[in-house]
């Protein structure tokens, strides 16, 4: 059963240091290709995925702390993690709504979302898989944090649906709103 359970809580960590390198990847991609193609919104995702590395990390150093002792309280770490990320992002939210009112008051429009789509694609993918994953482990482990970390990975899942759909509508029909309403998707998400 030890043992078991040793392999369970390196899984978990595995599954949270993946969680952190793929979100380092995806918003530095993401926040590049949003400047560079005027994309709020992707510019907006890839700020969450930097929000979400350190919610990651977070995580990984509340598995360590688990697993060497399952009663041990949350460390200061891990206090300050959750108060960074949920400040970040609040943060984000009115960096996107001030970013929506300048965009409409200037008119400023994508000159394509094809990235939107493929990063989304991909993230959706990704986030599927991982939230499978750790719901199984987090079960396994009768672990209400690693299933609460599930459940984080969930809610990037509809922001990545958010994105996809956002950019789809532009790339295939030039709305020019899209764009903005697609970064009022993730603000909501995101608070």
Known sequence: MINSEHKLFKTAFIL???????NILEGIISMISG?????????GFGADSF?????????????????KN????????????LKITGTAFFLLSAGLLSGIVFNIV????????????????????LMLWLLKAKNN??????S????????CTKVCIYM???????????????????????????AYFSI
């Open 16 to 22: 949270s240091l993946f969680t952190i390198f793929y």
């Open 35 to 43: 400047i560079e193609d005027d994309v709020l919104s992707l510019f």
């Open 51 to 67: 929000i979400e590395v350190i919610s990651g990390i977070g995580i990984a150093v509340m598995i360590i702390r688990i697993r």
């Open 70 to 81: 399952p009663d041990s309280p949350r460390t200061r770490f891990e206090i300050n993690a």
């Open 106 to 125: 200037n008119h400023v429009k994508p000159s394509n979302t094809l990235w939107g789509v493929i990063i989304s694609l991909v993230s959706i993918a």
């Open 137 to 142: 482990v987090g079960k396994k482990l009768d």
């Open 144 to 151: 209400d944090a690693i299933i609460a970390d599930a459940n």
């Open 160 to 186: 990545s649906l958010v994105l996809l759909v956002s950019s789809l509508i532009y790339e295939l029909t030039g709305f020019a709103y899209a764009d903005a309403i697609g970064a009022a998707g993730l």
